[in-house]
């Protein structure tokens, strides 16, 4: 209906639907909401020029939103080929965004958004923000001139960080990046009030299953692992942990669960959860051991983790019974309940608070007015952490929905704690 189609979208006259679901999202992400107001006389993106690759929901659409009434022109595809919101990447298109984004993306596809992302007529793009670091090493590899003109990256996820260390230490990055995932305010509540609201959800969504009573596996004690056993200690379950580091160990000990081998009690658990980034942590001889009925599910970043791999064989019969819902069947006529295929169970079997979503959202538009606006010199090509004093405001901008109020130090107070009455308030190292 437009004379000039600048995007790819699976339907755009599904627009009114998805600027529906923006307009809800709103409601719950008042922080990146205040930093819109805030900063919109400003202007600190002006003339930026944003390559956006991220998941594309009614969330993400609040950022967009946001980096354009801050100056920003954007170009935005999916970091990911299931995750697209189609209604919400539509009325990104109406309102005149270049979005290249659609639910069920082939390969080919996906990187081809990507390239109309990066490649633009007319248009030279100066910042990246990536979410899994497609979009950074598309560009470094395809366009190398265009990518030296980059001013900076902003990262979100695991995985695209390590790449940025990588090419940071065989001196290929050449250009400032964010690491915005290992961010205090970004671990501290995504990973862990996130994940443990959004488990619960997960699994009654999928499952419908009542916690109270069930004994249940948690594989790792990090921020995933402690918000998700809160969650479920609550709900009633009797919640066994497994670590390999002793501190993490003891943290579980003292706060009250048993720390345990997972060959010690799978044969008697009802739910196996995986939330340590590694591999291989329920293998097919966990499996094999485990009751009638147990549901396996993953909270980590990788989706090897479970050894799913392990289950395809001609042995053993899959039954899908719900969408992200598997039976893996053995010959005894045994069942397990395989959950989204041992990927992230909770971005595949529920939502994500829209109120974590601001904080993140925040944190990295944050990061990309610093890197855009910071002086010459003031960053090498290196991968950075967010200031304190970055992390503290993402959270001031939050606290008002909690009308929560701050003490402020007196000035002899300041001074005792040697500290300024503006913050930071605590030194790097700390660990909150
Ligand atoms: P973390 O490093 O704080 O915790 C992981 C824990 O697993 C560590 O304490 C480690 O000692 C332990 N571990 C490693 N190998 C183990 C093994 N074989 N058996 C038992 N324990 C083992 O990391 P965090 O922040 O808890 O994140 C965990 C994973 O969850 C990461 O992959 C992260 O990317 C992902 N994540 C998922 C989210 C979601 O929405 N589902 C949100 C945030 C992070």
Redesign the pocket.
């Known amino acids: 209906t437009k004379g000039f189609n600048d995007f790819c979208v699976r339907n755009i006259h599904q627009h009114a639907f998805g600027r529906r679901e923006i307009e809800i999202a709103e409601q719950e992400m008042p922080g990146i909401m205040a930093l819109r107001k805030r900063a919109s006389d400003d202007k600190p993106l002006k003339n930026a020029k944003i390559v956006g690759c991220t998941h594309i929901n009614a969330q993400t659409a609040i950022l967009i939103e946001t980096l354009a009434h801050l100056g920003a022109s954007i170009r935005w595809a999916a970091c990911n080929i299931y995750s697209t919101q189609n209604e919400v990447a539509a009325a990104l298109a109406e309102s005149g965004f270049s979005i290249f984004a659609w639910r069920g993306e082939t390969e080919e596809d996906f990187w081809w958004c990507i390239d109309k992302c990066v490649n633009a007529e007319n248009w030279q793009p100066n910042m990246i923000l990536d979410d899994g670091g497609d979009a950074t090493h598309l560009m470094l590899k395809k366009y190398p001139a265009m990518f030296k003109m980059i001013k900076g990256i902003v990262e979100e996820s ?1 995985t695209g960080v390590h790449r940025l260390y990588q090419l940071s230490k065989s001196g290929k990055l050449s250009v400032p990046a964010m690491n915005v995932h290992d961010s205090v305010i970004k ?1 501290k509540f ?2 862990l009030y ?2 443990k609201e ?1 488990i619960i959800d997960s699994l009654k969504r999928s499952t419908d299953i009542m916690f109270g009573g069930k004994q249940v596996a948690l ?7 402690k918000g998700c056993s809160q969650a479920l200690k609550a709900l009633g379950c009797i919640v066994y942990v ?4 002793p501190i ?1 160990a003891l943290q579980a000990s003292v706060d009250g669960f048993r720390v345990v081998k997972l060959n010690e009690i799978v044969r008697n658990v009802d739910i196996v959860i995986t ?4 591999k291989s ?1 329920v293998t097919r001889e966990h499996m094999e051991k485990m009751k009638n009925g147990c549901i396996v599910c993953n ?4 989706n090897t983790e479970i050894d799913v791999k392990d289950l395809r064989t001609p042995d053993l019969t899959w039954e899908k019974v719900r969408s992200q819902v598997d039976h893996i069947v053995f010959p005894d006529g045994k069942r397990i309940i395989l959950l989204a295929e041992g990927r ?1 169970v ?2 595949s079997c529920s939502s ?1 608070p829209s109120f974590i979503a601001s904080i993140t959202a925040a944190t990295q538009a944050l990061a990309l007015i610093e890197l855009y606006n910071a002086q010459p010199g003031r960053y090498k090509c290196d991968v950075y952490l967010l200031s304190r004093k970055m992390d503290e405001y993402v959270a001031i901008l939050h606290l008002p929905t909690f009308d929560a109020h701050l003490t402020e130090l007196s000035d002899e107070q300041a001074k005792y704690m040697g500290l300024s009455k503006a913050g930071p308030f605590k030194p790097n190292y700390y660990r909150y």
Request: charged share 10%; net charge negative; hydrophobic share 25%.
């Open positions: 695991v671990t995504d990973n996130s994940c959004s594989c790792g004690y990090g921020e995933v692992g497994t670590e390999i580091d993490c939330t340590t980034g590694n942590v909270m980590g970043h990788s992230l909770n971005l994500v």
